[in-house]
Nanobody, 123 residues
Framework: QVQLVESGGGLVQAGGSLRLSCVAS????????VGWFRQAPGKERAFVAA????????YYADSVRGRFTVSRDNAKNAMYLQMDSLKPEDTAVYHC????????????????WGQGTQVTVSS
């Protein structure tokens, strides 16, 4: 089992920045990829970004590429999502996820999920 805990959400004005953190514990050696998904009210949970635990290859949704940066600190079992130039449409609950194998852009590719952290961007 892998346990994931997110932090860093909050309220920010459009154009501002936030940095989300996700700390993993448990059987983290089995993790291949860690990712971020978000779910806005009334919408499906959607892929945001992901990073390979070894090698560091990154993946982004088109809607956040160039504004968000995903990174990880293997020594701390932590993953981060730096969000810049935030827009009201970025408002959502952000979840981190960890996987063994599978598609990095699909929810089905992840085995473990955090509870989520709320991000609200005001216009």
């Amino acid at each position: 089992q892998v346990q994931l805990v997110e932090s860093g959400g909050g309220l920010v004005q459009a154009g501002g920045s936030l940095r989300l953190s996700c700390v993993a514990s448990g059987r983290t050696f089995s993790t291949v990829t860690v990712g971020w998904f978000r779910q806005a009210p009334g919408k499906e949970r959607a892929f945001v970004a992901a990073i390979r635990w070894t090698g560091g290859q990154t993946y982004y949704a088109d809607s956040v590429r160039g504004r968000f940066t995903v990174s990880r600190d293997n020594a701390k079992n932590a993953m981060y999502l730096q969000m810049d130039s935030l827009k009201p449409e970025d408002t959502a609950v952000y979840h981190c996820a960890a996987s063994g194998t599978g598609s990095v852009r699909e929810q089905s590719g992840y085995n473990y999920w955090g509870q989520g952290t709320q991000v609200t961007v005001s216009s």
